[in-house]
């Protein structure tokens, strides 16, 4: 007799196509009703069915009443559970991406190496947590011969979580840092829960790639058999930073061959780890290594990461998709070498930061002084109370405010701050 999933699985497989947002219903797709602390996807089974959705699959003894929906015990546990079935079924070999910065830009630039060989199914935008890992993994497809899937997290145990639905064969972590302290408790809490894809990599009898010069993440996959990256001239994969004012071009060599300058559209030498992440993903999976390098080359990013932006009044460096003291740091010691007659640095409060968050910022405004940053706008009500001699404003519409009776013009300006801040807002009028 058939198990619930394998029945669910038999649906599926006749309507491949999930979702579990109403407005992305198409015709015969199976829709699942999550429900969430401020949504609740029962109250739109109806709709989605009447959008042409062939199945909904709710846990609510109250939803709406029709032969076409299913019934489980827990909708989000069933899609979980679903995906990692699927996943079974075809056994492609997978490769996950996880760190605190950096993960998305990587998972980007490896799939756009590995594409110029394979067909690659790769994570969407940053459809990186227990909804949007499974989700991914229902888009795999026999035709896909690889899949890059990203996986973010915010609280301990929420990278097992993820392992243990998509079972990776090979393991990448950016780095680590100090981000989400406030879910992790401490930074040695990011450690751990990063590092549980080592654990389950290590498991399996997989692959990890570590950068070699990052001793936390060297230290950690001891034990794995690692595929090795990084600036030294020994590795198979190497490279140096060939300039950076503003966008990073790269000298990149692959098994000892030199492969090139490349120019990149990637501003910030913290890029580099990623760029040289991918080329030694697509080294080892065994794309040429000119391919590597016109995959690098021809990668923009998008998604207000580090994205340059040339207005009408000024040069723009929006990075404000997210903030954490690792990657302030970073935005801002970059953007310091950068060569510009005029710089305005605008910064966004570092959500999520728990008890550290005070003495974070302090640290944050210390560097902007030490830098030798003078023209800076702080948003966010941390920053406000770290501020010392810069202008800072509540949150970011009395930034807002401020530039619109203060237009700048002639400056290159960087962005940089938690998502939450909605920075991007600035972009008007700037």
Same mark, same amino acid.
């Given at each position: ?23 992305? #219903? ?26 042409? #959705? ?42 996950? &991406? ?76 950016? =780095? ?18 990063? #590092? ?31 595929? !090795? ?31 090139? =300058? ?40 998008? =998604? ?11 040069? &723009? ?16 010691? =970059? ?88 920075? !991007?807002? #600035?972009?008007?009028?700037?």
């Amino acid at each position: 007799m058939k198990t619930e999933i394998e029945k669910l699985y038999d649906i599926y497989l006749s309507n491949p196509d999930v979702t579990t947002d109403t407005r992305k #219903c198409r015709p015969g797709a199976v829709f699942f009703a999550l429900k969430g602390e401020h949504f609740d996807g029962n109250r739109f089974i109806k709709a989605a069915l009447d959008a042409g #959705c062939a199945y909904a699959v709710t846990d609510s003894d109250d939803s709406y009443r029709d032969d076409r929906v299913i019934k489980v015990g827990n909708v989000l546990a069933t899609l979980q559970e679903l995906a990692r079935h699927h996943r079974r079924q075809l056994n492609t070999p997978m490769l996950a &991406i996880t760190g605190t910065n950096g993960k998305t830009t990587t998972k980007e630039l490896t799939a756009a190496v590995l594409s110029r060989k394979f067909n690659v199914l790769a994570t969407d935008g940053n459809l990186n947590n227990q909804i949007g890992v499974p989700l991914t993994l229902l888009k795999l497809r026999a035709e896909h011969s690889l899949a890059v899937i990203e996986m973010g997290a915010s609280h301990p145990g929420d990278i097992k979580e993820l392992v243990d639905i998509a079972e990776p064969d090979y393991g990448l972590i950016t =780095n680590v840092g100090k981000g989400h302290l406030l879910g992790f408790g401490s930074f040695e809490g990011v450690i751990r829960t990063k #590092c549980e894809l080592y654990d389950h990599i290590r498991q399996k009898g997989g692959k990890v790639f570590v950068r070699r010069e990052d001793d936390i993440l060297y230290r950690k996959s001891e034990g794995i058999e690692r595929i !090795e990256y990084g600036v030294s001239p020994t590795l198979k994969v190497n490279g140096s930073i060939a300039g950076s004012s503003p966008f990073l071009s790269v000298s990149l060599n692959i098994s000892g061959e030199h492969v090139g =300058n490349l120019p990149t559209s990637l501003i910030g030498d913290y890029n580099i780890n990623n760029i040289l992440a991918a080329a030694s993903a697509g080294d080892y999976f065994g794309v040429p290594a000119a391919d590597v390098a016109a995959a690098i080359t021809a990668y923009k990013p998008t =998604n207000s990461r580090s994205q340059y932006i040339k207005g009408a009044r000024n040069e &723009i460096i929006l990075d404000a998709y997210n903030a954490n003291p690792s990657s302030m740091k970073a935005a801002a010691e =970059n953007f310091a070498s950068i060569a510009a007659p005029r710089k305005m640095l605008i910064a966004g409060d570092m959500l999520e930061l728990g008890a550290e968050s005070r003495s974070e910022h302090d640290k944050a405004v210390a560097m902007f002084e030490s830098l030798g940053f003078d023209n800076v706008l702080l948003a966010g009500a941390e920053f406000s109370a770290s501020a010392g001699r810069y202008k800072a404003f509540a949150d970011t519409s009395a930034l807002l405010e401020h530039l619109k009776n203060n237009p700048p013009e002639g400056y290159m300006i960087l962005i940089k701050g938690s998502r939450g801040m909605k920075l !991007e807002s #600035c972009l008007p009028l700037l």
